[in-house]
């Protein structure tokens, strides 16, 4: 049996949305970096954008831990594959600490993370326009679940030094856990929003400008060695395998786009596709870049194709590529921002429509509300390059665009949320193409990434076969 692993870590958890988790979270990073600690950072669920914000902080890529879509032994597989080389790991929550995937249970919730990792809680806050009642929250978390240890506390948007005084004494008073620092309210620090949530970090022009003043602040008014303190009490792990990182040489070559448009990606399926023998190369179709002509197959992520669809309408050579890829039975894999410029046209928020791709028939057509949002199960309508027809896949969904005029012929999922029987068709497969709203985590099975290798493989064996001397 495999020797248990101390790997220090800690969940920053909030009360619920909106109490300045992320905030915290990239300045605390970056306070522990400047101790000479190599910090591997971790948010929880679904988030693509939040982590954007704690990969820079960390100098490390920001890693997923969801509950929902992967099982246990998921979690923990993702989670000592990621600290390789760390030395410590911090986890940013989700929305409260208590809420997952539904109202009942606590799957998909950061207690469920902590719960499963060992790890201690550090409950941020929101101490604006309060006092002792800092106290009942705090003791009520604490409570809720003898099985989270809510370690210690963290204040945030204090009205002042003496306000965050004042409830530390509240805290200690009523023997709820004690903070262990605060900040004050601070516009400087708030992250800009757009729709799908934060304003992703790399595209903020001043990142570090942003971010030192706030470690600086986290420096100053907490107690860092608490926190590691805190940290470090989390009992060893039992070591678990995770599949090499490292491909093997020689392997079919995937394309993905990577760039402001399309920044949605796991880290774990490029890795986990890399362990499977796929080699990875990135290309930007923004910077009007094509995937290597020698490329097996190309995958298209989530991001913000509506922000940039001129630019990407005008890339026609992208979409003769694409079309032609598809004619001779290279994989494309499309998720979200990817299938939406796989369709006929994009229109965007005022109305205006671009040409686009025209693999995907119908429109993506910006709402301007939200248009779904949450987990869901796939089953699949019929074969697809992750699935066999009828088998069940989990995955999240999150935009602001819907299709239309698409069609069921060629569906490629039948979802279900997470609460009612009701399904709907999402998608299109057809061939080796797979394109839908759907993000998928590949950790949640092994057989998901060698599936899609196995494609690729096959694409570059009848494209790319040597001609007969």
């Not at 920053?12 to 109490?19: D, Q």
């Not at 997923?64 to 390789?84: E, I, K, T, Y």
């Not at 992208?318 to 499309?334: C, N």
């Given at each position: 049996?495999?020797?248990?692993?101390?790997?220090?870590?800690?969940?920053?958890?909030?009360?619920?949305?909106?109490?300045?988790?992320?905030?915290?979270?990239?300045?605390?990073?970056?306070?522990?970096?400047?101790?000479?600690?190599?910090?591997?950072?971790?948010?929880?669920?679904?988030?693509?954008?939040?982590?954007?914000?704690?990969t820079h902080a960390a100098g490390r890529p920001c890693r997923n831990l969801d509950s929902w879509m992967l099982d246990d032994a998921g979690?923990?597989?993702?989670?000592?594959?990621?600290?390789?080389?760390?030395?410590?790991?911090?986890?940013?929550?989700?929305?409260?600490?208590?809420?997952?995937?539904?109202?009942?249970?606590?799957?998909?919730?950061?207690?469920?993370?902590?719960?499963?990792?060992?790890?201690?809680?550090?409950?941020?806050?929101?101490?604006?326009?309060?006092?002792?009642?800092?106290?009942?929250?705090?003791?009520?978390?604490?409570?809720?679940?003898?099985?989270?240890?809510?370690?210690?506390?963290?204040?945030?948007?204090?009205?002042?030094a003496a306000h965050a005084a004042g409830c530390t004494r509240a805290l200690a008073a009523a023997g709820a856990p004690p903070a262990l620092?605060?900040?004050?309210?601070?516009?400087?620090?708030?992250?800009?929003?757009?729709?799908?949530?934060?304003?992703?970090?790399?595209?903020?022009?001043?990142?570090?400008?942003?971010?030192?003043?706030?470690?600086?602040?986290?420096?100053?008014?907490?107690?860092?060695?608490?926190?590691?303190?805190?940290?470090?009490?989390?009992?060893?792990?039992?070591?678990?395998?995770?599949?090499?990182?490292?491909?093997?040489?020689?392997?079919?070559?995937?394309?993905?786009?990577?760039?402001?448009?399309?920044?949605?990606?796991?880290?774990?399926?490029?890795?986990?596709?890399?362990?499977?023998?796929?080699?990875?190369?990135?290309?930007?179709?923004?910077?009007?870049?094509?995937?290597?002509?020698?490329?097996?197959?190309?995958?298209?992520?989530?991001?913000?194709?509506?922000?940039?669809?001129?630019?990407?309408?005008?890339?026609?050579?992208?979409?003769?590529?694409?079309?032609?890829?598809?004619?001779?039975?290279?994989?494309?894999?499309?998720?979200?921002?990817?299938?939406?410029?796989?369709?006929?046209?994009?229109?965007?928020?005022?109305?205006?429509?671009?040409?686009?791709?025209?693999?995907?028939?119908?429109?993506?057509?910006?709402?301007?509300?939200?248009?779904?949002?949450?987990?869901?199960?796939?089953?699949?309508?019929?074969?697809?390059?992750?699935?066999?027809?009828?088998?069940?896949?989990?995955?999240?969904?999150?935009?602001?665009?819907?299709?239309?005029?698409?069609?069921?012929?060629?569906?490629?999922?039948?979802?279900?949320?997470?609460?009612?029987?009701?399904?709907?068709?999402?998608?299109?497969?057809?061939?080796?193409?797979?394109?839908?709203?759907?993000?998928?985590?590949?950790?949640?099975?092994?057989?998901?990434?060698?599936?899609?290798?196995?494609?690729?493989?096959?694409?570059?064996?009848?494209?790319?076969?040597?001609?007969?001397?």
């Amino acid at each position: 049996m495999s020797e248990p692993r101390p790997l220090p870590r800690i969940v920053v958890a909030g009360t619920s949305s909106g109490v300045g988790k992320t905030t915290l979270v990239a300045g605390l990073i970056a306070a522990l970096r400047r101790r000479g600690l190599v910090v591997q950072p971790f948010k929880c669920g679904p988030d693509y954008i939040d982590p954007t914000y704690h990969t820079h902080a960390a100098g490390r890529p920001c890693r997923n831990l969801d509950s929902w879509m992967l099982d246990d032994a998921g979690v923990a597989a993702s989670f000592q594959r990621a600290c390789h080389g760390a030395d410590l790991a911090v986890i940013e929550g989700v929305m409260g600490l208590f809420d997952g995937s539904d109202y009942e249970d606590e799957r998909a919730s950061s207690a469920q993370i902590a719960k499963l990792l060992g790890a201690p809680v550090l409950l941020v806050l929101d101490i604006s326009g309060a006092a002792r009642s800092v106290a009942a929250m705090a003791g009520g978390y604490a409570r809720f679940d003898p099985l989270v240890r809510v370690g210690a506390c963290a204040l945030n948007f204090a009205g002042s030094a003496a306000h965050a005084a004042g409830c530390t004494r509240a805290l200690a008073a009523a023997g709820a856990p004690p903070a262990l620092g605060w900040l004050p309210r601070n516009e400087a620090w708030r992250v800009p929003e757009r729709h799908l949530g934060l304003v992703p970090g790399p595209e903020r022009a001043d990142p570090d400008r942003w971010l030192a003043p706030l470690a600086g602040a986290i420096e100053a008014n907490f107690d860092l060695d608490a926190i590691i303190a805190l940290a470090r009490s989390a009992p060893p792990l039992q070591a678990v395998a995770t599949p090499p990182a490292t491909p093997a040489a020689g392997g079919p070559l995937l394309a993905v786009a990577r760039d402001e448009a399309f920044a949605f990606y796991y880290p774990d399926n490029l890795e986990l596709l890399e362990a499977a023998g796929a080699r990875i190369v990135f290309f930007s179709p923004l910077r009007r870049e094509l995937p290597p002509a020698h490329a097996a197959g190309v995958y298209l992520g989530g991001g913000y194709p509506e922000l940039h669809a001129a630019a990407l309408s005008a890339h026609t050579a992208l979409w003769d590529d694409l079309r032609a890829r598809h004619r001779r039975g290279s994989p494309v894999w499309a998720e979200c921002g990817g299938f939406m410029v796989l369709a006929e046209a994009l229109i965007d928020a005022d109305g205006r429509r671009w040409p686009m791709a025209g693999l995907v028939p119908g429109v993506a057509r910006m709402t301007g509300t939200l248009a779904s949002l949450g987990y869901r199960q796939a089953t699949a309508r019929r074969a697809n390059l992750l699935a066999g027809p009828g088998e069940t896949l989990r995955g999240h969904e999150f935009h602001y665009s819907v299709w239309e005029g698409g069609g069921a012929a060629h569906s490629a999922w039948a979802l279900r949320g997470t609460r009612g029987p009701g399904t709907a068709d999402d998608g299109y497969a057809d061939g080796t193409l797979l394109a839908s709203y759907l993000h998928i985590h590949l950790g949640q099975h092994p057989r998901l990434a060698p599936r899609l290798v196995a494609h690729l493989r096959a694409a570059a064996e009848r494209t790319f076969q040597p001609n007969p001397s």
